[in-house]
């Protein structure tokens, strides 16, 4: 039996492309969804955005879209009607969307050699930029109690990705020295995930202003770029031995400079390509170092559940920029443009 509560209005606005470019980019109204046998229907109250998204809108990031399409993929809200057979949730329920649909746990099970495993919301499925979105209850978990709906909303993507290269993969524990390139939404969150670990954080950035900030949040060490070496800088902080993580958030040739800074056996994690989708880095380190090089696709909905626990004890709390409003979009992906420090998020409510 489907259990609802009646929205009080029959349309909802959505953010929808009707092509490449934000020139096609528009704020429409469409019917609000039912949801179906195993679904759930929620009001959406709070949206985050990623660099991704901007891509996305821009061109499409080699996904398939079908137009009109609503793009990003990280939102936050509250369960208004559950379909045949969705037991998962109840109508009140606050709930946080999951990043890649259909991961539960483990390795993916889609995809292959030649089909890169890479299904997504707001890519190859529609996004969340929506007063309302109806999906299967598997593509959501229950958001943590701590933080608002506008903070909740950063954790499926940013916060889940920082999480999952430093603790899924990395095994983070105290005593670590983790290096934090640049002060963008998952750099921060990693900041806050290592300290909340008892590991010292090395931030790196071209900002003394961010690195001012960045200490703030619990950065041990800020070193800026633009004025050294920090590969340099990480071997005299560490006294030579070098860093035991790294979330290499540039991509390009930087992650060259990653395997000069990281410790014998210790791991990289390549999150970001803000410096270009072909990586590079000399062999010697890379030989005689051994470290474990992981590429990061966000991650899984266990470890997102995980993620909330941690958040709910820890008392870790998002680091958001600004708040938009649910029209101001477009400026809000100008900002996005320009470099945050933390998340942007758009209030729908």
Request: with cysteine.
């Amino acid at each position: 039996m489907t259990v609802t509560i009646k929205p009080a209005q029959t349309l909802a606005r959505r953010w929808q492309m009707t092509g490449f470019g934000r020139d096609n980019l528009t704020l429409a109204e469409t019917p609000i969804p039912s949801p179906g046998p195993g679904e759930v229907l929620v009001r959406v109250s709070a949206v985050s955005l990623n660099y991704r998204d901007k891509l996305v809108i821009e061109n499409g990031m080699g996904f398939d879209l079908a137009f009109p399409f609503t793009p990003a993929s990280d939102m936050a809200g509250t369960v208004e009607a559950v379909g045949d057979g969705a037991g998962r949730f109840r109508p009140g329920d606050r709930v946080i969307s999951t990043f890649s649909p259909g991961w539960i746990d483990g390795k993916l099970a889609i995809g292959n050699a030649r089909t890169l495993p890479y299904r997504t919301l707001g890519g190859s499925h529609p996004g969340v930029l929506s007063d309302y979105v109806s999906f299967p209850e598997d593509w959501f978990v229950a958001a943590p109690a701590s933080l608002d709906d506008g903070e909740a909303s950063t954790l499926p993507c940013a916060g889940l990705t920082a999480w999952f290269a430093l603790v899924e993969c990395g095994r983070l524990h105290a005593g670590q020295t983790v290096v934090v390139q640049g002060t963008g939404g998952v750099a921060l969150f990693g900041l806050q995930i290592a300290r909340a670990h008892g590991a010292e954080v090395i931030v790196t950035s071209g900002s003394a202003a961010k690195l001012d900030r960045a200490s703030a949040l619990g950065a041990d060490h800020g070193v800026d770029r633009t004025a050294e070496d920090w590969a340099e800088a990480v071997w005299r902080l560490t006294g030579d031995r070098g860093a035991d993580q790294i979330l290499e958030l540039a991509g390009g040739a930087n992650l060259g400079k990653s395997l000069q800074a990281v410790a014998v056996g210790a791991h990289i994690a390549v999150i970001g390509v803000l410096d270009g989708f072909e990586i590079s880095g000399p062999a010697s380190p890379l030989l005689l170092k051994t470290p474990t090089i992981s590429g990061i696709s966000v991650g899984h909905r266990r470890a997102l559940e995980d993620l909330v626990r941690a958040i709910d004890r820890t008392g870790i709390k998002p680091v958001i920029d600004r708040r938009y409003g649910f029209a101001e979009l477009p400026a809000a992906l100008d900002h996005l443009e320009r470099g945050p420090f933390g998340k942007i998020v758009i209030d729908l409510v």
